[in-house]
Antibody, heavy 124, light 110 residues
Framework: EVQLVESGGGLVQPGRSLRLSCAAS????????MHWVRQAPGKGLEWVSG????????GYADSVKGRFTISRDNAKNSLYLQMNSLRAEDTALYYC?????????????????WGQGTMVTVSS | QSALTQPASVSGSPGQSITISCTGT?????????VSWYQQHPGKAPKLMIY???NRPSGVSNRFSGSKSGNTASLTISGLQAEDEADYYC??????????FGGGTKLTVL
């Protein structure tokens, strides 16, 4: 079964850090680009960050650039998001999503597999 | 990067067709054929319905179709069914920041 399972969310104080993980199974992980997409409570989807199959291409939304770092470990079929200097506006459900592309043969942006998300709440 | 512009809500009766628009710029929707559409039911993860403007993933009903003209992409749902009631989001590749989503459209089946 094709599956993405996120973990690592929780309640954190402003200015602190959190690391999200996403475990992939059921497909050849290192064939595809991967992404983090978030959704604040009652709001729409926001792309956060993406990484190509071999980590050669990485991108961030302006809202998280310089604070968040995406990475992947193809040997462990895992995707990560290191979130530093967290702000109240980072409060959201964070989804891990698989791209249909590897980002080398085509641009990123179509996400065909999604996890169920992990909730991050930034509050004092 | 500003979000793509979608109507906040649309509605239709069972059996009818509806169209949801998604307006961007020449730096995203108008400049590339990399527009996707997602369906999201309450409390659920999004589901890819259309990619590369008009392609349907395996398993998605052919009642869903996509198109693009200039800086505006459109999702059309024909033969509207009760289970189509959901939020719909467009997204596009963008030269400035890779991926941008629309604000979302709530579809109500009357």
């Amino acid at each position: 079964e094709v599956q993405l399972v996120e973990s690592g969310g929780g309640l954190v104080q402003p200015g602190r850090s959190l690391r999200l993980s996403c475990a992939a199974s059921g497909f050849t992980f290192d064939d595809y680009a991967m992404h983090w997409v978030r959704q604040a409570p009652g709001k729409g989807l926001e792309w956060v960050s993406g990484i190509s199959w071999n980590s050669g291409s990485i991108g961030y939304a302006d809202s998280v650039k310089g604070r968040f770092t995406i990475s992947r470990d193809n040997a462990k079929n895992s995707l990560y998001l290191q979130m530093n200097s967290l702000r109240a506006e980072d409060t959201a459900l964070y989804y891990c999503a698989k791209d249909i592309s590897n980002w080398n043969t085509g641009p990123p942006g179509a996400f065909d597999i999604w996890g169920q998300g992990t909730m991050v709440t930034v509050s004092s | 990067q500003s979000a793509l512009t979608q109507p906040a809500s649309v509605s239709g009766s069972p059996g009818q067709s509806i169209t949801i628009s998604c307006t961007g710029t020449s730096s995203d929707v108008g400049g590339y054929n990399y527009v996707s559409w997602y369906q999201q039911h309450p409390g659920k993860a999004p589901k890819l319905m259309i990619y590369d403007v008009s392609n349907r993933p395996s398993g998605v009903s052919n009642r869903f179709s996509g198109s693009k003209s200039g800086n505006t992409a459109s999702l059309t749902i024909s033969g509207l069914q009760a289970e189509d009631e959901a939020d719909y989001y467009c997204s596009s590749y963008t030269s400035s920041s890779y991926v941008v989503f629309g604000g979302g459209t709530k579809l109500t089946v009357l």
